[in-house]
């Protein structure tokens, strides 16, 4: 479903499915709505599930300014709310998307029912002024845009870390649904270098000062892996902040915990949700 959002973007919302409530899957930086698909089959017992593509991620278009400030991801869940039309949802996000579920609802209370979120990347408040460069950013400009194959970019990887330690479903529904063929041949990342770059760099970070009126009951999730690298080591400050939050800690996972256990993480959601 092709859902109008800010600044001339056009949001793809998927259908995934189900009977029940309805519950939004809201994705990480560089994903994609159809990576997260090794849970749908456990969400669907539940609820009727959506998930949404961020703008210039997925199959979502950019926005016509170029602008990937985190006000935008925001303006995408509300706007994929509006377009399921079903009321409030139940909010499933990871990284970003558990930042964008958090900043729509603290925008327009009411959105959601409630929200089970893996290390949402909802910052230290100074944080939000820091200077320098961004080393995610960084990272994600040195990314390989292109392959001859999806084979070829799934056997490269899943021989490096982090992708090589997600579970092998995952790691293929990423590369199935985050690369688009190429008209000369071969495949190209959807969410561009570039775009996944900026992402990281965007600004209007949701903080976690500004969450303390954010009344919907909330799980905020994470690895023990990274240890207190990270979004893992400022999880408890974020779930201490929200009035209705709470802490739950997976030592086997790192912060891509629900690529790596997929049926771990969605039973542990709907468990919570469904209450």
Request: charged share 20%.
């Amino acid at each position: 479903m092709r859902v109008p959002s800010t600044n001339g973007v056009e949001l793809e919302l998927h259908d995934f499915g189900g009977d029940g409530p309805p519950l939004l899957i809201a994705h990480a930086t560089g994903m994609c709505a159809g990576a997260y698909r090794p849970m749908v089959p456990l969400l669907t017992e539940r609820f009727h599930v959506w998930a949404l593509d961020f703008r210039a991620h997925g199959d979502s278009t950019a926005p016509t300014s170029g602008d990937l400030a985190w006000p935008g991801m925001a303006a995408d869940v509300a706007a994929a709310v509006d377009a399921i039309g079903a009321g409030p949802v139940a909010g499933f996000g990871h990284s970003m998307g558990g930042a964008s579920l958090i900043a729509a609802e603290h925008d327009r209370p009411g959105l959601l029912t409630r929200a089970f979120l893996f290390e949402p990347i909802i910052i230290p408040s100074e944080w939000s002024d820091a200077a320098g460069a961004n080393p995610m950013a960084g990272a994600a400009r040195r990314r390989r845009p292109t392959f001859a194959s999806r084979d070829e970019a799934l056997g490269r990887y899943a021989r490096r870390p982090p992708l090589g330690v997600w579970r092998a479903d995952a790691l293929a529904a990423y590369v199935d649904h985050g690369f688009a063929d190429a008209p000369g041949g071969g495949v190209t990342l959807k969410c561009t270098p570039e775009h996944e770059a900026q992402t990281f760099e965007g600004a209007g970070k949701i903080t976690i000062d500004d969450i303390g009126a954010v009344a919907t009951p909330t799980v905020i999730a994470r690895g023990g892996r990274d240890g207190d690298v990270g979004p893992a080591g400022f999880a408890g400050a974020v779930a201490d902040a929200l009035p209705h939050g709470a802490l739950r800690r997976y030592e086997e996972l790192s912060h891509f915990g629900p690529f790596e256990d997929p049926h771990l993480v969605a039973a542990e959601a709907v468990a919570y949700l469904s209450n």
